[in-house]
């Protein structure tokens, strides 16, 4: 099995040769045929994350050891199973949940084994998609991808749950009745048009500085962009979205800083991006994209699952 793993932090991947795994138990073998370079994946190979204000997060003391397979958004195809496992099947390809929890404590027994505290997500602390294999611990990990190619399939393990946990903070019939002014249109920008679509929301005006980013987002789907640039930025946002209505949803980078209560008010629904340059008491940090990526609309498997 060929890895490209990080030896060093900040120094270049070193290409591996290790025994393919044989999966045990519920352990499943899948073939990477895709993987998303997602920028936490550039900050776990810098050793750390910038917190803003002078302070960091220091991979190392959250229990990271090298080398490290990078990779938590992943695509492939089933090649092998242990004796146990079930529910999929060889040739099958499917997407991979990367945020594994320990499987022991009350919150992953609750299922919400993406807020474990002791954490073993693919990619961090179990070798991830940089690598022709990856072996995946148990079958209910593994999504059918249907008729998405696995290169369009890939970053939903990572973008495309962040901006569907986002979108199912708005109730659904605000969400449906209501504009959504989305701020910013990078790879989770982009990715939330075309989810906010597949879910049949009202639609989705965004604010982004960069004019092809703009363009981009109006092929997804997006009903107008607009540059925060422009004088009369405000006006135009809440024109578009019939003011006073109007829900904020924020594609956050750090070079981007614009009022969101003179747009958005008077409600507003708030999601960064990264808290480098935020104020982390109004912000809550969710995981994150850095750059756009051919991204393919999702199937109508997700407009079915939004529930209330």
């Not at 999504?143 to 190619?149: A, E, K, N, S």
């Not at 747009?263 to 969710?286: F, K, L, Q």
Request: one cysteine or more; proline letters at 6%; hydrophobic letters at 40%.
């Amino acid at each position: 099995m060929i890895s490209y793993e990080v030896q060093e932090f900040g120094a270049p991947l070193v290409r591996a040769e290790h025994p393919t795994p044989t999966p045990q138990g519920d352990e499943v073998l899948v073939r990477v045929l895709a993987a998303g370079v997602c920028h936490s994946d550039l900050h776990i190979w810098h050793g750390s994350y910038d917190l803003g204000n002078g302070k960091s997060l220091n991979m190392v003391d959250r229990g990271l050891k090298l080398p490290v397979t990078l990779g938590h958004e992943i695509a492939g195809e089933v090649v092998a199973m242990g004796p146990e496992a079930g529910n999929v099947k060889v040739g099958q390809k499917y997407v991979v949940f990367p945020w594994l929890g320990c499987g022991e404590c009350k919150v992953c027994k609750r299922g919400e084994e993406n807020l474990c505290l002791a954490g073993r997500a693919i990619g961090v602390y179990r070798p991830g998609g940089y690598s022709d294999h990856v072996l995946v611990p148990h079958a209910r990990y593994l999504v059918d991808i249907g008729d998405l190619t696995p290169e369009h399939a890939a970053p939903y393990a990572c973008s495309g749950l962040t901006t569907y946990s986002a979108l199912r903070k708005f109730a659904p019939r605000v969400f449906k009745e209501e504009k959504l002014v989305l701020i910013g249109a990078g790879g989770l920008g982009l990715m939330a048009i075309l989810i906010a679509k597949a879910l049949d929301g009202a639609g989705v005006i965004v604010i982004e500085p960069d004019a092809s980013k703009r363009e981009a987002a109006l092929k997804a789907g997006a009903q107008a962009a607009f540059d925060p640039k422009a004088p009369d930025c405000a006006d135009q946002v809440r024109s578009a979205a019939g003011a006073p209505s109007g829900w904020c949803l924020i594609a956050w980078d750090r070079a981007r800083r614009w009022s969101r209560a003179s747009v958005c008010s008077p409600r507003v629904a708030i999601w960064c991006r990264s808290v480098s340059s935020a104020d982390t008491s109004t912000c809550r940090r969710r995981r994150r994209r850095c750059a756009p990526s051919p991204i393919r609309e999702p199937t109508s498997a997700i407009s079915a699952s939004w529930k209330s």
